[in-house]
């Protein structure tokens, strides 16, 4: 049997959406897509339009980018008509979703930079809402993923910029079908399986079409499920698990009384998800007021941070009990609250009096994180006194009979708080579905059988306190994460947290690597915070304390356990301030409180493209903070020297499971502890038995035979790395591309472990670099082809390049080589010249300086009699070719230099690329409008180039 053509595909998916209730018509270019605009807008609005008034209407859609479009196409447009009247044009019901009129058509072809001719285009009004790219089955869906990016950048924006409307992305090859947000700064692992109730994935294209792009649904996810994200300025979609229960909680405020919990597992989006539950309870007509609350001061921030940027102003943090009182008791239909604040309110007489009146209205409580807060009185408060409340939970953990712990009240479960649990999606649902990462876990101690464990760290079948806090014991440790912190977080790509089972424990290991790092040893930012009163070594690490005594971050009132614990973070904390220029400490609470928030800052914003190297944190070391709640995408490691059990251990290990591109494969766990027996039932409690192998990635060895199976496939294809060269056709290209990058991967999750050796590989590191430098060379080829306008099977082929970058290897390193160069004999000379140009060509970033620093070599080396002066020459040779390359730029483009070397400064400072107009302020005249974006992209390329050839990595 053949594989079905894409045509055969399209074909069949118009088929069956006609079907479906959309009319299928033919629209062959933009002047088309416009006039169809114009009639489904008139039947719409049941009116006609003038040329006038559709130009007038036409001139305001075209204003704005994806994210401001996304709030035109939902809001009403005021027009003056030929008569004089006023009219509000509507786009979209969104109330109402099936009251739009929903089309299908397919090739439309658009003209912007390049022509462009898309596969199957939904619209809605007469506006493309849905686009969907598809690929014959057999080819991977991350080329249609890369097909619509590259759409973006060359067509999307022309035609009055109409096809920025469109909301959602479907890519599918038939027998896997994903859907996406437009929001273009996404990578792949940002799309979507639709799914069932029960978490079953739809990827079937058929079956998707029938669940998900029926009229419908479609149109309830265009109205209540697509979320404008304020603080980025991007679109976000749901995911279905993230739908589902807000339906069902929905449902259980418009049709009971009843409560209720979501059992969602960490790190799968839990704060979205209630905030777009509390966004629609609100309005609901029979609900007075939605509460939200959280349980610590730093969650009470960071989650009106989140609720602010799903919608601006949203909510505002109740700063005392006062305030919240004052919320209550105005038209906040949404109020954010702790519950130590909510406890103030309802207890004492001055605040109880002025809430007596909402004790019969239905106010909706929504618990974060319910497995901690709810244990106590205050549960049993809050229901007295509001009687008509109701109640729901969220948790990634719930408390079951096993892990429940005693207090008071004796040992109560999740659900003999909250009730039934309405939808469910746990751990191994979205390892699974790649929501978040697998724990890549190595305990490192006497019971580690073999590896390349540099010391012998006591562990095993011990249990003292002495034994645990010996300084010689902590010493090793801290050698242990000195040695393997590069390999773990890719050269300080990423940050860690390390937990620490008290807080004086806490004082020595941060003395230790702050001792070290004085005498030369590491070079690691690492900065450390503990909340007041927190002093006991935890064993079972429990969240939740009996009672409402809950360890706050920056409550004035709490006291330290000694006036010697506060000096010493006080201490630490003047490190800090030298280390980042800031002025923090712990003389009153808005401050220490002021710091905890710019320790989260700085690890959370380590995932904008704007970030700077300057303001790294490479290793928080904590007690108990962070270690819920807290969620840093660019935080892929935990280093654990405490006894964790049940949900503490889940909760601790997820702040590194969070999804961030290619590289990032996994969760890395190195325990100082055998902490196995207690991950084993954390993870069967949580999900179940069977669950574990999918929880956890398997050993070493595992890994490494998935890299021999992925090199014998490569060899296959190329028996050696020179024949790369001679491959006949794109087709054997591909293979070549698809087999390396397999291997690539294979060795990014191999290199992560402590036990990697190239040794065990039947490959070794020069045969593998050579591969990697024509693997290199064919994805310049295709960048530069496409720059030349030509077609290629490798167009939307991902290299995944982030897998190859690696810091440690910059031009200061290169530099120390060529002193090494200077000094060698001319036999060992060859061999090292060979050495450098094959490491310029195995490196992202140095393959850009090949070519001068190769001249450099050949033409200024020999001349330099003493090695002391290489690095200065290098320097003045580096600066005089960025003058001649910056002149040639500025001839070729007529800029005006002086301008243009201000606008490569701006963006070399703050990351963002110049808007065009910027561009075109240097250039001695304005193009005209049809030239403006071929010219504006042409030079705004030179200058990344320019950029990444002259001043990118040229530091360190």
Known sequence: MSKQSEAQLEHNLIKQLAGLGYQNVTIQDGDALVSNLKVQLEAFNKTVFSTKEFDTILNHLAKGNVFEKAKTLRDRFNITRDNGDSFYVRFFNKEDWTSNLFQ??????????????????????????????????????????????????????????????????????????????????????????????????????????????????????????????????????????????????????????????????????????????????????????????????????????????????????????????????????????????????????NYEKSLTHLQDKKVVFIFDECHRSQFGDTHKKITEYFKSSQLFGFTGTPIFKDNASKNDLGKRTTKDLFGNCLHKYVITDAIKDQNVLRFGIEYIGRFKQKGNTLIDIKVEAIDTTEVFEDEKRLEKIADYIIAYHNKKTFSKEYSALFAVSNIDTLKKYYDIFKRKKEAGEHNLRIATIFSYGTNEDDEDAQDYIPGEQLPQAAEPQAEYKTNHSREKLDQYITDYNQMYNT??????????????????????????????????????????????????????????????????????????????????????????????????????????????????????????????????????????????????????????????????????????????????????????????????????????????????????????????????????????????LKDAKSNAAKVQKKAI?????????????????????????????????????????????????????????????????????????????PLRDDIFKCLDNRPSILQARSIGERILDKMKEFVQVFINGMTG
């Open 583 to 820: 002025s923090f400490s712990t003389k009153d609470s808005q401050q220490f409180e002021n710091y905890f928030k710019d320790i989260s800052k700085r690890l959370k914003e380590r995932e904008k493209i704007t970030f700077q190297d300057k303001d790294r944190l490479d290793m928080v070391i904590v007690v108990n903070m962070m270690l819920t709640g807290f969620d840093a995408k660019k935080v892929n490691t935990l280093y654990v020297d405490k006894n964790l059990k049940y949900h503490s251990l889940i909760q601790a290990f997820s702040r590194t499971n969070r999804i961030f591109g290619e590289q990032k494969s996994q969760g890395n766990i190195l325990c100082f502890r055998n902490l196995k027996k207690a991950t084993d039932e954390a993870i069967t409690l949580f999900s179940n038995k069977e669950a574990i192998e999918e929880i956890i990635l398997p050993p070493y060895e595992a890994i490494a035979e998935k890299f021999d199976d992925a090199l014998k496939n490569l060899l296959e294809i190329v028996p050696t790395f020179q024949e790369v060269d001679n491959l006949p056709s794109e087709t054997q290209e591909l293979a070549f591309i698809q087999a390396f990058r397999r291997l690539l991967r294979a060795k990014n999750v191999l290199e992560s472990y402590t036990d990697f050796d190239w040794e065990d590989l039947g490959i070794d590191e020069q045969t593998f670099e050579g591969y990697k430098s024509k693997y290199l060379d064919l994805h310049d080829k295709v960048k530069n082809e496409s720059q030349k306008h030509k077609t290629s099977i490798l167009d939307d082929i991902d290299f995944e390049l982030e897998l190859i970058h690696r810091d440690e290897i910059n031009v200061a390193y290169i530099l120390q080589l060529l002193v090494k």
């Open 104 to 349: 299908v058509t397919n090739q439309i072809t658009q003209e912007g930079t390049y022509k462009n001719r898309y596969d199957v285009t939904l619209l809605v009004n007469g506006l493309p809402l849905v686009q969907i790219e598809l690929k014959r089955r057999g080819l991977e869906i991350k080329e249609a993923f890369n097909q619509i990016n590259r759409y973006q950048r060359h067509s999307f924006w022309s035609n009055h910029g109409l096809f920025q409307y469109v909301q959602l992305f479907v890519i599918s090859n038939g027998v896997n079908t994903k859907y996406l947000a437009n929001n273009k700064l996404q990578s792949v692992k940002q799309t979507f399986f639709w799914a069932d109730v029960n978490n079953k994935n739809i990827t079937d294209l058929t079956a998707f079409a029938s669940s998900f792009l029926n009229p419908n649904h479609l149109g309830k996810m265009i109205a209540q499920y697509v979320v404008h994200n304020e603080t980025h300025k991007i679109l976000m979609v749901l995911r279905p698990y993230q739908f589902y229960a807000t339906e069902k909680l929905v449902n259980q405020v418009t049709t009971s009384n009843d409560n209720g919990y979501i059992w969602h597992t960490t790190g799968s989006g839990k704060t979205l998800t209630s905030f777009k539950a509390s966004q629609i309870i609100m309005d609901l007509p029979n609900v007075h007021k939605v509460v939200f609350v959280v349980d610590r001061k730093d969650l009470d921030y960071q989650t009106m941070l989140e609720f602010n940027s799903f919608k601006k102003d949203s909510v505002d943090v109740t700063d005392n009990t006062q305030s919240l009182v004052k919320q209550l008791t105005d038209d906040s239909k949404l109020v954010l609250t702790t519950i130590q604040k909510l406890n103030n309110a309802i207890s004492k007489a």
């Open 837 to 913: 140009i094959d490491m310029l060509s195995g490196d992202v970033e140095l393959r850009s300086k090949r070519e001068l620093i190769e001249k450099f070599i050949e033409e200024n080396l020999p001349h330099i009699s003493d090695v002391d002066n290489i690095q200065d020459e290098f320097e003045r040779y580096w600066q005089d070719e960025k003058v001649v390359a910056l002149a040639k730029i500025c001839e070729d483009e007529k800029l005006d230099k002086a301008q243009f070397k201000a606008l490569i400064e701006s963006y070399t400072y703050n990351g963002r690329e």
